[in-house]
């Protein structure tokens, strides 16, 4: 299995604060995501990466930026926090030829 | 925009009774993957389905896909506590693309 860690594990911030969660991949995986997770609408995906300096947007891109300069790290930022963007995320990797995703434990974000 | 639907969205069971978890959509799907999700932790991939009308077992856990590549279900045989969790069927297009979760099935099953 791949190691991923997510950082931070759990966040409270304000609203209008900047906030930068990091995924960390120790097995040189070229494809990363992430996805956020709220009840009633499931896991959606926010940003993904297929190679250094390479990223496109997901469904729910609004409000976050994503940044890829190096392979093994993966950090989704936050320019200015909303309420609406209070949730859990989750880093993913890809693995396999069919697109199997191997997850992160989650940052919980609560922003009041 | 491609859409998978899980039914149904809650299921809460007895020990030992059978049950089954649907995944539909109206696309069709290079693969379909189903996923486990504990309280507190990420999903974990419990199996990949790539051919029309294949079926996988994996012990209780039978999955099957639609001959079409557009559905699939999940068949659980004598629940367990153990099979508590979030169930998520995810649909991969083509190479590269992301794939796409339903909205999940919570199973509870007491004993």
């Known amino acids: 299995d791949a190691g991923i860690t997510q950082s931070p594990r759990h966040k409270v911030t304000e609203t209008g604060t900047p906030v930068t969660l990091r995924c960390h991949q120790t097995e040189n995986h070229r494809y990363m995501y992430w996805y956020r997770q709220d009840p009633g609408h499931g896991l959606r995906l926010i940003h993904y990466?297929?190679?250094?300096?390479?990223?496109d947007k997901g469904e729910v891109s609004d409000g976050y930026s994503v940044s890829r300069s190096k392979t093994e790290d993966f950090l989704l930022t936050l320019e200015s926090a909303t309420s609406s963007q209070t949730s859990v995320y989750f880093c993913?990797?890809?693995?396999?030829?069919?697109?199997?995703?191997?997850f992160g434990e989650g940052s919980r974000l609560t922003v009041l | 925009t491609q859409l998978l639907e899980q039914s149904p969205q809650f299921l809460s069971i007895q020990e030992g009774e059978n049950l089954t978890v649907y995944c539909n959509s109206s696309?069709?799907?290079?693969?379909l993957q189903w996923y486990r999700q504990e309280p507190g932790e990420g999903p974990v991939l419990l199996v990949t389905?790539?051919?029309?009308?294949e079926v996988k077992k994996l012990k209780r856990l039978t999955f099957q896909f639609g001959d079409a590549r557009k559905d699939s279900s999940l068949h659980i045989t004598a629940a367990q506590p153990g099979d508590t969790g979030l169930y998520l069927c995810a649909g991969g297009g083509q190479a590269g693309t992301a794939l796409i979760f339903g909205k999940g099935t919570t199973l509870s099953v007491s004993s």
């Open positions: 993913a990797i890809r693995q396999g030829h069919t697109g199997e995703l191997f």
């Open positions: 389905v790539v051919t029309g009308g």
């Open positions: 696309s069709v799907f290079s693969s």
């Open positions: 990466s297929y190679g250094v300096k390479d990223t």
